[in-house]
T-cell receptor, first 112, second 116 residues
Framework: ETGVTQSPTHLIKTRGQQVTLRCSSQ?????VSWYQQALGQGPQFIFQ???????GRGNFPPRFSGLQFPNYSSELNVNALELDDSALYLC???????????FGQGTRLTVV | AQSVTQLDSHVSVSEGTPVLLRCNYS??????LFWYVQHPNKGLQLLLK??????LVKGINGFEAEFKKSETSFHLTKPSAHMSDAAEYFC??????????????FGTGTRLKVLA
């Protein structure tokens, strides 16, 4: 087990709606990243948060946003959902002494 | 810019035979490289990592990988495949070009099938 948990595990939303995905990291892991994995592809970096501030972003529009909280939990918010947002969303956390990221099991989002 | 190329999208081996999953990387500086495994409907599990120490890296479940700078390769091997090894494998390079941003760049994945 990686100590990173995500909720919910599955979610179905309608195009145009908004969604919030949640992640709980290990205590002390002050860096959290989010990735989008479309079917049959490798994960793509969405953004990273460090000490509650976004400090890195991939090629995703502003309707993808996030929050990180002092209790090592974090959120990924997606507004105005599109069909192409259907994917597995992965949360990854890292502590200051780690060279690798620890991934959660993901949230499968389906947009209909 | 950093990138990785996984040379095979699918690999099939018989149980008990060796496994070779190929990965080439591109990096403007000494990279950090990883192999992750993803079982169906599961998250990503770290198999092994290279972070500029020994070039032959041993991981979990009998997997190992060798960092070859001259060939820009980081191939994953296992001497004897087990049925439980059937999964998707991702080669990953860490893009640390922006200080404090540990962005992972994933390959497209190799699906390993193990035949009984």
């Amino acid at each position: 087990e990686t100590g990173v948990t995500q909720s919910p595990t599955h979610l179905i939303k309608t195009r145009g709606q908004q969604v919030t995905l949640r992640c709980s990291s290990q205590s002390g892991h002050n860096t959290v990243s989010w990735y989008q994995q479309a079917l049959g592809q490798g994960p793509q970096f969405i953004f990273q948060y460090y000490r509650e501030e976004e400090n890195g972003r991939g090629n995703f529009p502003p309707r993808f946003s996030g929050l990180q909280f002092p209790n090592y939990s974090s959120e990924l918010n997606v507004n105005a959902l599109e069909l192409d947002d259907s994917a597995l969303y992965l949360c990854a956390s890292r502590g200051p002494a780690n060279t690798e990221a620890f991934f959660g099991q993901g949230t499968r989002l389906t947009v209909v | 810019a950093q990138s990785v190329t996984q040379l095979d999208s699918h690999v099939s081996v018989s149980e008990g035979t060796p496994v070779l999953l190929r990965c080439n990387y591109s990096s403007s500086y000494s990279p950090s490289l990883f192999w992750y495994v993803q079982h169906p409907n599961k998250g990503l599990q770290l198999l092994l990592k290279y972070t500029s120490a020994a070039t032959l890296v041993k991981g979990i479940n009998g997997f190992e990988a060798e960092f070859k700078k001259s060939e820009t390769s980081f191939h994953l091997t296992k001497p004897s495949a087990h049925m439980s090894d059937a999964a998707e494998y991702f080669c990953v390079v860490s893009d640390d070009s922006i200080s404090g941003t540990y962005k992972y760049i994933f390959g497209t994945g190799t699906r390993l099938k193990v035949l009984a």
